[in-house]
């Protein structure tokens, strides 16, 4: 009994571990956009044909966001980005580009 809640907290700790450093990563990148780009309410948005999706907020050319979290479907990745208190996802695309942040 001792040893399989050991290993259950063990195990809890890696995948909680596994994740926080998974966000940790996303939230270490920046995303630039070269073109006018909407950012919609959700990540399935990229998904065509998905209902219940909304323009959430517009994104200008040249305008640079630090990047909340990253998510990846069968033929796209999307980006979630934080504009004056309101999260949006943006899509990959030729005028989205994800980099690594400065260090500090």
Known sequence: MKISLG?????TLVVLGARLMDVATDRAKIVEFS??????TDWECGYPNQS???VVFEL???AEYDVQRIRYGKD????KIQKG????????????????????
Request: charge should be neutral.
């Open 60 to 62: 200008n050319a040249n």
């Open 76 to 79: 796209f990745m999307a980006i």
């Open 85 to 104: 208190g309101v999260d949006g996802w943006v899509f990959s695309s030729p005028a989205v580009r994800v980099h690594a942040g400065p260090s500090t």
């Open 7 to 11: 290993v259950l907290i063990v195990l």
């Open 35 to 40: 073109a006018p780009v909407s950012a919609y």
């Open 52 to 54: 219940g999706c909304s």
